[in-house]
């Protein structure tokens, strides 16, 4: 008598089999995506904060080199924030969607702009801050950049030096913690 043919003939995976590791693979991805996204907002308030330092070290060289007082002022609105690097008068300057608009005897030099929508945006005790060209001092203040529970403060001395801190250190390997 013949044993009778398996119904198994090929090599594969049955469809519970697959079933299975579909559902593993998705607890697996359900447990990583919130790290995901929040190491995404991180890294977007890092950048952030980098633009703002550049930003920063460039209006205190830019005063000096054209011989006249610079100021970097912090704007925020319903639609997003932004930083303006402009000569004149701080009131002649507004934030504008996607960028800025400088009036009168006010000229922008520069401008970075943060969409309300990508959740990241500045922040400043003071609108606006004075470069000096003559001694590379600053009437500082002190500017962050915020998103959800992520905090870099950028403190400008009256010596135009740039200190940086983090809220939550932990958040940013390396960093030294606000006072």
């Known amino acids: 008598m013949q044993p009778l043919p398996s119904r198994r003939t090929g090599a594969g995976f ?3 089999e697959i079933a299975v590791v579909l559902a593993i693979l998705a607890v697996l991805l359900a447990i990583a ?10 890294r977007r308030v890092h950048a952030a904060s980098e633009q703002l330092l ?3 070290h460039w209006v ?6 054209r011989g006249y007082t610079l100021r970097l002022s912090v704007k925020d609105g319903p639609g997003g924030s932004c930083l303006i690097t402009h000569s004149g008068p701080q009131s002649k300057c507004q ?3 996607g960028g800025a608009l400088c009036a009168g005897d006010a000229v922008l030099l520069r401008s970075h702009w943060l969409p309300a929508h990508d959740e990241v945006r500045f922040a400043a005790n003071v609108s ?11 009437i500082g203040g002190t500017v962050q950049v915020l998103a959800g ?4 403060e ?3 001395s009256s010596f135009g030096r740039v200190e940086r801190c983090a809220a939550s250190p932990s958040a940013f390997a390396g960093m030294a913690r606000c006072k």
């Open 14 to 16: 049955t469809l519970i």
């Open 60 to 65: 205190r060289m830019e005063a000096a080199a």
């Open 149 to 152: 529970n992520y905090a870099l």
């Open 128 to 138: 606006s801050m004075t470069f000096d060209p003559v001694h590379g001092t600053a």
């Open 54 to 56: 550049r930003e920063l």
């Open 95 to 97: 934030c504008a969607s």
């Open 154 to 156: 950028h403190a400008v």
């Open 33 to 42: 995506l919130p790290s995901f996204a929040d190491a995404r907002l991180r």
